[in-house]
């Protein structure tokens, strides 16, 4: 069995909850209007997914990582909302993948969320974080475990599929018995993307408009950020 | 003025043409009939580019690259086709951009390419050449400069706005004199991804399907290829 692995699939076919796409706009709203401490830039995403939520697709972005060769690698990813009060983007990934190994060794990003109907581009670049059941981080292991619970069962059945990127098994393979609802297997990881900037491009404006979300500051707890908006050209 | 620019929006703006997608359709479709030397990955791919044409936004992926900083950089751009006989795609873009910078320094690239209606995604890894009116070559000069001529009026004034991410210039520069429809500006550039490897992945298999597709040779002239094409789990 080779060492190359790839699950990328296994997040992209993830079929979009709705209950849970409904859950995290909720969740915007209710922060913008609570005062909390969110980063300027979540308020145009939050619209931009709203605006776009007819359309499943919208909950996808592309992620960008440095394989250990230097050379980019580029996969379609599913968001999973914000983790808890912070303004670090979810998703999941399969331990067994080169995503994994990539981010270990090098664990920059950037999020390329090209949102169709509203023409607009979000590009956030930041700092990758890979959760796992050992994580010693009690608030991170709560939402790696409520994610794992919340996604389809289809979802959950891929983490129990052959080796990604071997060669292909044979397909009664693909119909292993249901993993455990509650408890995560060990493959199964919560990745975190930590955004330190954000070049928003509308392509509707007139001409067009783009915004430079750069953070200038954070607390000791990470939790309280400063960030400077700047207008740029196109 | 800031040497930091990027006019990925550029391309990103640049409205499909509806004619030019025929035409790539078409010449894709000949070259299969004629069997001339392309790749196996085109057929596919021809194949998700028409059945995705009813959605203009088919026709854009994101483009990874590498900052010099080590950090990955990503950005929606248009697909323009495949120069000539070859087997690369080309895209276009603006000099003054951070990207070409990038691409001077590590020419490593990732597409990847992402369709919605019909669930499949390209992973397409290789190598970027930017193309100027400079470049000692008949004809890869002849391709920058017909598809200055083939693209619209709009996207061509998009190379005279003002310089791309510094701070916002007033709403009157952006409306330069038309620029000449036959002879490209020096910011204009053709970019041609010329790929190593490629990973499609169709999502609507059962359970899904996984194709790897690997440049094992290449002739002196670079346009003869073999490729090797393994099945690999999803």
Redesign the interface.
């Known amino acids: 069995m080779s060492s190359a692995s790839?699950?990328?699939?296994?997040q992209?076919?993830l079929q979009p909850n709705n209950d849970s796409a409904n859950a995290v706009a909720k969740k915007l709203d209710a922060d913008e209007t609570a005062g909390q401490v969110i980063a300027p830039w979540r308020s145009p995403l939050a619209r931009a997914i709203h605006r776009n939520r007819a359309?499943p697709?919208s909950r996808?972005f592309?992620?960008?990582?440095?394989r250990p060769d230097?050379?980019?690698?580029?996969?379609?990813v599913v968001f999973r909302g914000f983790w808890a009060d912070s303004n670090q983007l979810m998703m999941i990934g399969d331990r067994r993948s080169e995503k994994i190994e990539q981010i270990a060794e090098?664990p920059?990003?950037?999020?390329?969320w090209?949102f169709?109907k509203t023409r607009e581009?979000f590009?956030l670049?930041g700092q990758l974080t890979v959760v796992t059941a050992d994580t010693a981080h009690t608030g991170l292991v709560d939402a790696h475990q409520r994610l794992w619970q919340q996604i389809s069962d289809s979802a959950r059945a891929?983490f129990c599929?052959?080796?990604?990127?071997?060669?292909?098994?044979d397909?009664q393979d693909?119909s292993p018995p249901s993993p455990d609802e509650q408890m995560p297997p060990p493959q199964f990881c919560l990745l975190l993307l930590a955004v330190d900037s954000v070049?928003h491009?509308e392509?509707r404006g007139?001409?067009?408009n783009?915004h430079?979300y750069t953070k200038t500051a954070s607390s000791a707890q990470g939790n309280s950020q400063q960030w400077q908006v700047?207008?740029?050209?196109?």
């Open positions: 790839s699950t990328d699939s296994s992209l076919n359309q697709f996808y592309q992620l960008a990582t440095v230097g050379t980019p690698a580029n996969r379609t090098n920059a990003a950037e999020a390329c090209y169709a581009q590009r670049c891929q599929w052959p080796y990604p990127k071997a060669p292909r098994a397909d693909f070049d491009l392509l007139e001409p067009q783009r430079l700047t207008a740029v050209n196109p």
